[in-house]
């Protein structure tokens, strides 16, 4: 079926709506570029003065807030790169592609979550439980990938007939009551546990044998708040790298004697490796560049500490507290613009290097023949 050729009457003005609409996508293009080559400029041209003195002190004052960032963002990323990256696994290359088509809308809408939404409910909700039930929420933390394990390896020892009436492509739905139990049997047995082994107060023996204070607002909360914020950023492009493999290469290794599980291991994350390491550096950075989250859940204190019970501050929280009120032109105003440009730099290399990554994966797929 071939489309009506339009008169010649409209030719000319259809080709000029056509210039239009592309100038206008160019000139959008050139107008982003030139805006954060602009905030680059404005960065480093007001941190000229604080570089020009060379003031080591001053500068050492930014260590705490660099510490605090690392320590941040690696909590972060300790929590949601297994569980984003688990997810991803499974729903791209085991999940039915009935229910695949509704949960992963569902884990993707979770991004549209603001921070202050996610730190709020840290700070108020999450911090004071983790505290009265410090025990329990360690327990959850290690309980939780055990039980999972666990439940695949009763499913695999289970009869044909159950493992049919529990398929493993329905796993993510079935798994949920037995996650469900496992959790209220984590929280009954925990202060047992913490009765006999740890004296009654793990808190006090965390202080009295090890020196470890523990802070109601601290990297563990972080870990926990920002990780469920960057989860869906691992998850969605992690998933679309391994969805995108093509079939082909994994139909070719099971036939050639491969299992499931070393077909998905050797040739699926080898060929969708340039896409997760994209996805887990996008997530990287997010999680250094957050600010909400930090802010209410970390306690703000700049400390030098690589205890996951004390708190932190990070440079993007130490730029929205302290900026409205320093005065321009003054030792605190450089340096906090000085944390901006590191952040700035940070956020430019990582998103830089992530593309590469990503061509890299283009190329790869244009060779094999698929799709990206």
């Not at 050492?60 to 790169?81: E, N, R, Y």
């Not at 290359?93 to 409910?121: C, D, H, N, Q, Y």
């Not at 410090?134 to 666990?150: G, R």
Request: aromatic share 8%; no cysteine.
């Amino acid at each position: 079926m071939t489309l009506p050729r339009l008169s010649s009457s409209r030719r000319p003005l259809r080709l000029l709506q056509d210039r239009m609409a592309t100038g206008l996508i160019t000139a959008g293009g050139i107008g982003v570029l030139l805006a954060i080559l602009a905030i680059g400029v404005f960065l480093v041209w007001e941190t000229l003065p604080l570089l020009a003195i060379g003031d080591t002190l001053a500068l050492a004052k930014l260590s705490p807030l660099a510490w605090g960032t690392l320590k941040a963002a690696l909590a972060a990323l300790l929590f949601a790169i297994p569980v984003a990256l688990g997810a991803a696994i499974y729903s791209a290359l085991f999940m039915s592609a009935r229910l695949r088509s509704r949960i992963k809308p569902t884990l993707e809408m979770m991004e549209a979550i603001p921070g202050v939404v996610v730190g709020f409910i840290a700070g108020l909700i999450l911090a004071p439980w983790v505290e009265r039930h410090l025990a329990s929420a360690l327990v959850l933390i290690v309980w939780l990938p055990l039980s999972a394990a666990l439940a695949g390896l009763l499913w695999h020892w289970a009869k044909s007939r159950l493992r049919r009436r529990l398929p493993l492509s329905w796993a993510g739905l079935w798994l949920v009551p037995w996650l469900a139990i496992m959790v209220a049997v984590a929280l009954w047995l925990a202060p047992w546990m913490e009765q006999q082994w740890l004296g009654g107060d793990l808190r006090q023996l965390l202080d009295q044998r090890y020196g470890m204070d523990y802070a109601t607002r601290n990297a563990l909360i972080v870990g926990i708040a920002m990780g469920f914020a960057v989860i869906p950023s691992i998850y969605s492009l992690a998933e679309d790298a391994l969805a995108d493999v093509p079939s082909t290469l994994i139909e070719g290794a099971q036939a050639l004697g491969a299992s499931r599980w070393q077909a998905m291991w050797k040739v699926a994350l080898v060929a969708a490796g340039p896409g997760i390491f994209s996805a887990i550096m996008i997530g990287a950075g997010r999680a250094v560049g957050e600010t909400m989250i930090v802010l209410m859940a970390s306690g703000n204190t700049a400390l030098f500490s690589a205890s996951p019970f004390e708190g932190m501050r990070s440079m993007a929280a130490a730029i929205a507290i302290e900026l409205p009120e320093a005065s321009p032109g003054g030792q605190t105003y450089h340096l906090l613009i000085l944390a901006a440009l590191v952040l700035f730099i940070f956020t430019f290399l990582v998103n830089t290097l992530a593309e590469v990554v990503r061509q890299r994966l283009r190329r790869r797929f244009r060779q094999m023949g698929g799709t990206l």
